[in-house]
Nanobody, 124 residues
Framework: QAQLVESGGGLVQPGDSLRLSCVVSGLNFGAHALAWFRQSSGTEREFVSVISSSGDRTLYSDSVKGRFTISKDNAKSTVYLQMNNLNSEDTAVYFC?????????????????WGQGTQVTVSS
């Protein structure tokens, strides 16, 4: 049974950095595109970033491009999201997700496996 477990969230000040981690088990880690989504209170879940199964292709939403970096460690079955220069608009619950295929997508409905989420709060 697939399991995705996020960690690394917390309360930080504007301009700070955080690194989120997502440990994946129960899946062939190298065979799935992996993504991060986020959801703020009262809004729909939105795409943040995705990395291909091979790790050679990444995409970012316009709102995080240049500040966030997605990466993966196949040996640890872990995908990361390094978040720099955080601002209040980054406050959300961040979810890790895995597609059932290798190709990347920004569409929420195309991801079949989800973690429970980790809260990120950016406030002074």
């Amino acid at each position: 049974q697939a399991q995705l477990v996020e960690s690394g969230g917390g309360l930080v000040q504007p301009g700070d950095s955080l690194r989120l981690s997502c440990v994946v088990s129960g899946l062939n880690f190298g065979a799935h595109a992996l993504a991060w989504f986020r959801q703020s209170s009262g809004t729909e879940r939105e795409f943040v970033s995705v990395i291909s199964s091979s790790g050679d292709r990444t995409l970012y939403s316009d709102s995080v491009k240049g500040r966030f970096t997605i990466s993966k460690d196949n040996a640890k079955s872990t995908v990361y999201l390094q978040m720099n220069n955080l601002n209040s608009e980054d406050t959300a619950v961040y979810f890790c997700a895995a597609r059932k295929t290798r190709s990347i997508s920004i569409t929420t409905d195309l991801y079949g496996y989800w973690g429970q989420g980790t809260q990120v709060t950016v406030s002074s």
